[in-house]
């Protein structure tokens, strides 16, 4: 989604038919998993992309079609393993592509919804009479649209599927919801990581986490390690206390913490507000025999044990980092796994079955 709305609303502003192609499920090996993306115009133009190969090409020409006769298609595609990689499908597999023309009034909300980088989840009916329909429920606003034919039973239901998989923060799935075969469309915002401390190894971190689409904020009360030339393109650079800043940032579930400073005067502070918070990773760079001073520390004061049992530390992944650059891929690549992680059972728990 992220990939192709800028595209898409400008060709809805200049007026041209656009139909848009969502992975609907795979099975086997895929460059692009359920939920990715491509929009179509007329004049054989697109943007995102449904999987690497000539797999593009073929429903493009379903995608133009659907604009003609205003009919979503569920497409299938299965290749071998000999011709996969003629068809971008790398080690052989399976990939069913649900094609419909844009509906204008859902694009709106979702657009709306991606533009304010808040998370939302669509509910499609993509076989039988019901193709097509659905609902969008966006998690700041509620249900922001529905199609007019769903009946009273189904809305409920769609809507009901939808506000789950946004709590359960499930990832795109096909499944099965009051007897219809939908596709559950979750767009997860851009994340956030909190940095803690401005020394050299944030300063990597915070390059390579604008590289994975992170929005970064760096926190250090010692001005002279947080500044701009150190710190180029972060959302906000703060001087105040973490434990400050942390409680006005209304941490979720898409912010990810790493405390950096191996100072207790900052680090304790900002683990009592991060610790009890929807924050899914909460790193700590410091030895074991630092650690359990801290556990001590924080004990003492009153955080639940469960809280502290949280804390990632030592920090990152173990490859064996030696310079900054090491240590900060190690931190994101473990920050990936965690946000990678599998997510909840889909609603009524059927999830990328093959097609009949």
């Known amino acids: 989604m992220r990939d192709i709305v800028d595209t898409v609303d400008r060709w809805l502003q200049e007026g041209k038919p ?13 460059p692009r998993q359920a939920g990715a993306k491509m929009a179509i115009t007329t004049g054989m133009a697109m943007v995102g992309s449904v999987s690497g190969g000539c797999v593009e090409s073929a429903v493009m020409e379903q995608a133009l079609e659907s604009i003609q006769d205003c009919t979503p ?40 919804a991606a533009h304010h980088n808040r998370a939302a989840a669509t509910v499609t009916v993509i076989a039988g ?18 199609s007019s034919s769903l009946d009273p ?10 506000t789950q998989a946004l709590h359960n923060q499930c990832k795109t799935v ?33 390059r390579l986490a604008q590289v994975l689409g992170y929005q970064v904020i760096v926190i250090d009360p010692r001005s002279a390690f947080a500044t701009d030339e150190r710190f180029p393109g972060v959302s906000l650079l703060a001087h105040e206390y973490p434990d400050k800043v942390l409680s006005g940032l209304a941490l979720d579930a898409v912010t990810y913490i790493a405390i950096l400073t191996h100072d207790p005067k900052i680090d304790d502070p900002a683990l009592r507000v991060a610790l009890p918070s929807p924050a899914p990773y909460v790193g700590v760079m410091s030895s074991k025999r630092t650690h359990q001073l801290r556990v001590e520390r ?20 173990s490859i064996g980092a030696q310079s900054p650059e090491e240590i900060a891929l190690s931190i994101m690549a473990e920050i990936v796994a965690t946000r990678n992680a599998p997510s909840q059972p889909s609603p009524e728990g059927r999830e990328n079955e093959a097609p009949s």
């Open 73 to 112: 298609r569920l497409l299938h595609y299965g290749v071998s393993d000999n011709s996969a990689w003629e068809v971008g499908l790398a080690c052989g597999g399976k990939v069913s592509i649900y094609v419909e023309p844009l509906n204008h009034d859902w694009w709106t909300a979702a657009a709306i």
């Open 18 to 30: 656009v139909a848009l192609a969502t992975v609907a499920a795979t099975w086997g090996s895929s």
């Open 298 to 317: 924080l004990t003492r004061e009153g955080v639940d044990p469960a809280l502290i049992e949280r804390i990632r530390t030592p920090i990152g992944l």
């Open 129 to 146: 009479k019901a193709s097509g329909q659905k609902i969008l429920v966006d998690a700041g606003c509620g249900v922001t649209f529905s």
């Open 174 to 206: 096909r499944t099965t919801v009051n007897g219809l075969d939908v596709l559950v469309d979750v767009f997860r915002p851009d994340p956030r990581l909190v940095i803690i401390g401005g020394a050299h190894v944030a300063q990597a971190l915070s």
């Open 153 to 162: 039973t189904q809305l409920e239901a769609l809507a009901k599927a939808a």
